[in-house]
């Protein structure tokens, strides 16, 4: 039973934390970043990639990778569409989304 009212803890806290988000979105919705070339250069071949068809079976771990996969390019989408590259870096608006992928990838 204790179990039970610890989850229905967690979710109050779910909703707390999405009350939090609803808040901060209009203030952070994107943020200008700065990437060295090699990295912005692999997220644009990650956008440009294809890849085969169909997904099946799969493990939590191979869909997290996949996740990760699919920020990078959206990352990729992002640099080829509206980055400015000076020099040896680019800069880029990124969705907080997007950049919060990338932190979490990093640690």
Known sequence: ME????????QQDRAVLASI?????????QISVRLPRSVAESAVAA????EPGGIGEESREEYE????????AFIGLAISSCGVWDGEA???????????????AAW
């Open 21 to 29: 988000g609803s808040h901060l979105d209009p203030q952070i919705s």
């Open 3 to 10: 179990r039970r009212e610890q989850y229905l803890r967690y």
């Open 65 to 72: 990778l996949r996740d990760d996969a699919a920020e990078l």
């Open 47 to 50: 956008w440009d990639r294809e």
């Open 90 to 104: 680019v800069v880029v608006d990124l969705d907080v989304v997007q950049i919060a992928a990338a932190l979490r």
